[in-house]
């Protein structure tokens, strides 16, 4: 469902979700971004953006508190739950219709948890932006990575123009060599036994770092996040109990993508916060695969969610009168 731009910008400016730090005038007949609330995505990016038909819309909350797993300010539109971070006002923001594309930074699945939430599209990458200049900091866990910058939308063909407007990138002929947790409809891969989403991120980022210099493209399901536990590694340090409900997130792979190098894709699946996470090696006959696997898998659209919050008419319908 496409609405108009005008339509679009007044419901930006009512911020029904307090997801909007700031809106701007954009480009009616083009499509409308939203950027995460930090200076480490450059300009360079939006102005690159800007010469194929984007046009900045807003700029975007994120979660406080360098960059919080959770969003204790905003809520799920669809759960109700606490929003997954830190790109969280970016995902509300092009899950609701606000904008066509979103853009935020991934340290430790900043991008893709929020993404996968909201059964949107995501996809991460080192190769964007790859020459901008890095502010080292370690995560929760001690690690010290860079992180990358990443794209959400509601449509491959949106997402997929992003991908290759930033790095370059267009689609494989073909997909290459395919490990997986299981068997997918359609899709020729290698069933392998993965080493456990659950465990620690200092085991999984070498786990990943192997597994995909062994084959094009790592598939896995992903989730559901942030439905059925509080995905933060804060709440979750403090005893037994915490750490399960932290645990209970479905926060698994999409944790140890950008601290791997990795470049990675969800797409949604029917289960609400349910994804196919597909990952490689951010060399760019790798990406071309994988988006050449990610074109063959159907996109999932919800009609009644896409009913309720992408007819922008309903947050103006007029309310009682004396």
Do not use: W
Not at 4 to 15: D, G, K
Not at 263 to 284: R, Y
């Amino acid at each position: 469902m496409k609405n108009p731009y005008e339509l679009r910008h007044r419901v930006a400016l009512l911020n029904p979700y307090r997801s909007v730090v700031k809106v701007l005038d954009a480009k009616e007949d083009e499509y409308l971004v939203g950027i995460k609330n930090v200076s480490s995505i450059p300009n360079t990016l939006m102005h690159k953006l800007e010469k194929e038909g984007f046009s900045l819309h807003t700029i975007d909350k994120k979660s406080q508190l360098a960059g919080r797993a959770v969003d204790t300010e905003l809520i799920n539109p669809i759960s109700g739950r606490m929003m997954s971070g830190s790109s969280s006002g970016t995902a509300i923001n092009v899950f609701s219709g606000i904008n066509d594309l979103g853009i935020g930074n991934d340290g430790g699945g900043s991008v893709l948890a929020p993404a996968i939430s909201l059964n949107i599209l995501s996809f991460i990458s080192k190769l964007i932006e790859k020459d901008r200049d890095m502010n080292l900091k370690p995560n929760t866990d001690g690690i010290v990575a860079s992180n990358s910058i990443g794209f959400m939308a509601r449509d491959k063909e949106i997402l997929y123009k992003a991908i290759k407007v930033a790095i370059g990138v267009e689609m494989a002929d073909d997909y290459g060599k395919v490990l997986s947790d299981q068997k997918y409809e359609g899709i020729k891969s290698e069933v392998i036994k993965i080493k456990d989403p659950l465990a620690p991120r200092n085991e999984l980022v070498p786990y990943l770092k192997d597994i995909l210099s062994k084959c094009d493209i790592f598939m896995i399901k992903e989730g559901p996040i942030d439905l059925d536990g509080f995905g933060d590694s804060l709440f979750g340090h403090f005893d037994k109990r915490t750490k399960a409900i932290q645990e209970a997130s479905g926060k698994g792979y999409v944790r140890v993508c950008n601290i791997a190098g990795a470049s990675a894709m969800s797409l949604p699946l029917e289960g609400l916060g349910e994804a196919l996470l597909l990952m490689c090696e951010s060399k760019e006959d790798k990406i071309a695969k994988l988006l050449k696997l990610g074109s063959l898998i159907n996109e999932v659209h919800d009609e009644l969610i896409e009913r309720y919050f992408l007819d922008l008419n309903n947050y103006f319908n007029e309310g009682y009168q004396i």
